[in-house]
């Protein structure tokens, strides 16, 4: 299937006209990459104690063409090994520059929510062997929307503001399933300033989440869809309301500072995530790294914090009202949401090549939530053309 996609794609490029297309740039980015944990009943971001070299390997290439008159587009294919590399459209969007500092981007865009959130794919980018994944699991990547981009000089500082209207219409993850996800009225802001090593980063964004949980199951043969019916059918239909994800007010605000003054590099990110009037948990993580820089070698740490306390407020006024057989998938419906976890990540990158990296990384998840503690060892090579 990828290689049909990558071929039908040069073929598609062969075939234009000269006039329009030599202008047009192609790049690319791949990483092959392997692990598994260090555990027999272990698992842990995809890993298990088997060692696997699809999880986390992938290859992309990114086309860009210059339409003159400051019009250009750009199209970004992608293949993931854990989706048998099956080729999709990861961007797809047209840029117009207004002046030298301005530019307005419009069609399927990444989703501006982190630090690296355009290099999230690009492991080559950053010295991790992949990015904080408590931080950057929100469950969607992209948007179809506009994003306005304002460059300025503040005195000393880089200034870097971008605006975001647009919506979502695809997939997420929800207690381990996948599950149908709709945010509309994606509405937000992202700032960046830089001056010598420092720089700090700000984004806030609102939207409307919507969220099918209905087909994910509670008990054997009894769904989230059946309890919603059990409680309607109960008079109950406000506790419903409450536990919905249907057109709810949701928020996102991230923080982000980072000092590299070439030799010594520090990065921290801290993310809150809220959907309003529903079962969905607030999200309030963070993340902080600390590496060295030795010529080629560079050896970091990185630590990870998740804390997402469950809404028991939602049904703590039903307590005496709920029949036991509907007060208990309520209480672990809710408490599925929970989640306080601590991860340490030591690891090393080594640029071999000027267009290559190899990483590896031992990363230990402390999960309170469950009792259980987690690791996996992860190695591949990280590489741009």
Same mark, same amino acid.
């Given at each position: 299937?990828?290689?049909?996609?990558?071929?039908?794609?040069?073929?598609?490029?062969?075939?234009?006209?000269?006039?329009?297309?030599?202008?047009?740039?192609?790049?690319?980015?791949?990483?092959?990459?392997?692990?598994?944990?260090?555990?027999?009943?272990?698992?842990?971001?995809?890993?298990?104690?088997?060692?696997?070299?699809?999880?986390?390997?992938?290859?992309?290439?990114?086309?860009?063409?210059?339409?003159?008159?400051?019009?250009?587009?750009?199209?970004?294919?992608?293949?993931?090994?854990?989706?048998?590399?099956?080729?999709?459209?990861?961007?797809?969007?047209?840029?117009?520059?207004?002046?030298?500092?301005?530019?307005?981007?419009?069609?399927?865009?990444?989703?501006?929510?982190?630090?690296?959130?355009?290099?999230?794919?690009?492991?080559?980018?950053?010295?991790?062997?992949?990015?904080?994944?408590?931080?950057?699991?929100?469950?969607?990547?992209?948007?179809?929307?506009?994003?306005?981009?304002?460059?300025?000089?503040?005195?000393?500082?880089?200034?870097?503001?971008?605006?975001?209207?647009?919506?979502?219409?695809?997939?997420?993850?929800?207690?381990?399933?996948?599950?149908?996800?709709?945010?509309?009225?994606?509405?937000?802001?992202?700032?960046?300033?830089?001056?010598?090593?420092?720089?700090?980063?700000?984004?806030?964004?609102?939207?409307?989440?919507?969220?099918?949980?209905?087909?994910?199951?509670?008990?054997?043969?009894?769904?989230?869809?059946?309890?919603?019916?059990?409680?309607?059918?109960?008079?109950?239909?406000?506790?419903?309301?409450?536990?919905?994800?249907?057109?709810?007010?949701?928020?996102?605000?991230?923080?982000?500072?980072?000092?590299?003054?070439?030799?010594?590099?520090?990065? $921290?990110?801290?993310?809150?995530?809220?959907? #309003? !009037?529903?079962?969905?948990?607030? @999200?309030? &993580?963070?993340?902080?790294?600390? =590496?060295?820089?030795?010529?080629?070698?560079?050896?970091?740490?990185?630590?990870?914090?998740?804390?997402?306390?469950?809404?028991?407020?939602?049904?703590?006024?039903?307590?005496?009202?709920?029949?036991?057989?509907?007060?208990?998938?309520?209480?672990?419906?809710?408490?599925?949401?929970?989640?306080?976890?601590?991860?340490?990540?030591?690891?090393?990158?080594?640029?071999?090549?000027?267009?290559? $990296?190899?990483?590896?990384?031992?990363?230990? #998840? !402390?999960?309170?939530?469950?009792? @259980?503690? &987690?690791?996996?060892?992860?190695? =591949?090579?990280?590489?741009?053309?």
């Amino acid at each position: 299937m990828m290689r049909k996609s990558l071929l039908a794609l040069s073929l598609a490029i062969a075939v234009i006209p000269a006039t329009a297309y030599s202008d047009t740039t192609i790049n690319g980015f791949a990483s092959i990459k392997a692990g598994m944990t260090t555990g027999s009943d272990e698992q842990l971001y995809g890993y298990d104690d088997t060692l696997d070299f699809k999880n986390e390997s992938l290859i992309a290439l990114q086309v860009k063409s210059d339409l003159g008159d400051r019009l250009s587009v750009t199209a970004q294919l992608l293949g993931r090994g854990r989706d048998d590399f099956d080729v999709g459209f990861e961007w797809a969007f047209i840029s117009y520059q207004l002046s030298d500092n301005m530019t307005i981007n419009a069609g399927r865009l990444r989703t501006p929510f982190y630090k690296y959130s355009d290099f999230k794919d690009v492991g080559y980018a950053y010295d991790w062997l992949r990015v904080p994944q408590g931080v950057y699991g929100l469950g969607f990547d992209t948007i179809e929307g506009v994003t306005f981009y304002r460059t300025a000089q503040l005195g000393s500082v880089d200034s870097t503001l971008q605006l975001i209207l647009g919506s979502y219409d695809g997939e997420t993850s929800l207690s381990g399933n996948q599950v149908s996800a709709q945010v509309d009225d994606i509405a937000g802001i992202t700032w960046e300033l830089t001056k010598d090593a420092f720089s700090a980063r700000f984004a806030y964004l609102t939207g409307k989440t919507s969220v099918d949980a209905t087909p994910v199951a509670l008990a054997p043969g009894f769904t989230v869809g059946n309890l919603y019916q059990a409680l309607g059918a109960n008079g109950l239909t406000p506790l419903v309301m409450a536990l919905d994800i249907d057109d709810e007010s949701s928020n996102f605000t991230g923080v982000g500072l980072t000092y590299d003054n070439s030799n010594w590099i520090a990065v $921290a990110e801290y993310t809150r995530v809220e959907v #309003e !009037d529903s079962f969905v948990a607030t @999200q309030k &993580n963070w993340y902080v790294s600390l =590496g060295k820089r030795f010529d080629s070698l560079t050896p970091y740490v990185l630590y990870e914090r998740e804390n997402n306390d469950a809404r028991v407020s939602i049904y703590q006024p039903y307590t005496g009202v709920l029949p036991p057989q509907l007060l208990m998938p309520v209480q672990g419906l809710v408490a599925s949401q929970e989640r306080e976890a601590s991860t340490w990540n030591l690891g090393i990158r080594y640029d071999f090549h000027p267009s290559a $990296a190899f990483k590896a990384q031992f990363s230990s #998840e !402390d999960n309170k939530t469950s009792g @259980q503690r &987690n690791g996996v060892f992860a190695f =591949g090579v990280d590489l741009v053309f």
